[in-house]
Every structure is written in C-alpha cells, then in structure tokens.
C-alpha cells in the first residue's frame, strides 16, 4: 500500500497494483477489508489514469457486493467535482447504478447513504458551491416524499451537530 501513496513510483505500475488489488478483493474479499481505505485513497490520486481505474475497480467492487461503502462513500462523491470529465462521468454512472441496488424493503441503497455522504462533505472544506452540486445531484435520486422528509430531518441533525462542533473549535 505504500507503493501506492509514493510519488517515486510510476503511473502505469500503481494503475496496476489498484488492478491486483480489484482483483484480491474479489478471491479473498476479507483479507483486503481492513485494507480498503487504501485503495479508496487512490482515487485522489495525482495521475488522472490512475484515478479513472480507481473508481473503475471500486465501482465493480461496491455494486457487486464484494465490499462495503460504509464510511468511504462521500469519498466517491467528491469526484463528481473532479476536473477530468471522465472520472466525472464514472463518478455519476456510480451512483446511478448504486442508486438502483435495493435492500430487502426495497429501498435505494443511496438513499441510505446519503446521511453518510453528507457527514463526510461537510468534514471536508468545499466551498458551498462545490456542496450544493454534489448533494443535488445525490438528492436528486429521491423520489418518494416520505423519504426526503426523513432525509430532511435527519440532515438538520446533522448540521446542526456539525455546526456545534464548528463553533467549539
């Protein structure tokens, strides 16, 4: 993992270590769990090639099951912000086809991580534009009124418990 956070190291080889790591993942998905953080790390990467394979491999990894996005899914948020239009593309195609992976009430898998994705923004400094883009675009998946009444609430908890931590910092 350290190879894949040292600039010394060149592009082509950590866009195959993220590969190697995919495909760990997917014959021993236990063994890179404690690990994951890792390869979420890569899609910040410097070198857009290997961003694009990033989130490639994590896309396939998170729809297929083989990982959970708890905790690292505002990660994969923010590069709906990233300046490569295609890493952007993979970003939206991400949660569209996320959006459409149910649990057993059949509700969007989304929809029960945005609380999760908004917690992780708002840790970050965005600027509120850069905010306001990611999370219209997420929300924009809600479609029942109950669900977004819910979300509503539990978003102003959110803030507001975010904005108590702010102003005693």
């Not at 993942?25 to 990033?54: F, N, S």
């Not at 977004?148 to 931590?165: G, H, I, Q, T, V």
Request: glycine share 6%; net charge negative; charged share 20%.
């Amino acid at each position: 993992f350290t190879a894949l956070r040292n600039p010394g190291i060149e592009a082509p080889l950590r866009r195959n270590i993220v590969i190697a790591l995919g495909d760990l993942a997917v014959r021993h998905p236990l063994t890179l769990d404690p690990w994951k953080e890792h390869l979420y790390r890569t899609l910040d990467d410097p070198d857009v090639g290997v961003r694009q394979i990033a989130i490639s491999v994590l896309s396939f990894l998170v729809l297929n099951g083989v990982i959970l996005p708890q905790g690292h899914i505002g990660h994969i948020a923010t590069l709906l912000l990233d300046p490569d239009a295609k890493v952007r593309r993979m970003g939206l195609n991400f949660f569209v086809e996320f959006d459409q992976k149910v649990d057993g009430r059949g509700e969007s898998q989304l929809y029960h991580s945005l609380p999760d994705i908004l917690s992780y923004l708002l840790r970050l400094p965005l600027p509120s534009g850069d905010f306001q883009r990611i999370m219209s675009h997420l929300l924009g998946f809600v479609q029942k009124e109950a669900q977004a009444e819910f979300l509503l609430k539990n978003f102003l908890c959110r803030l507001d418990a975010s904005a108590s931590d702010y102003e005693s910092n």
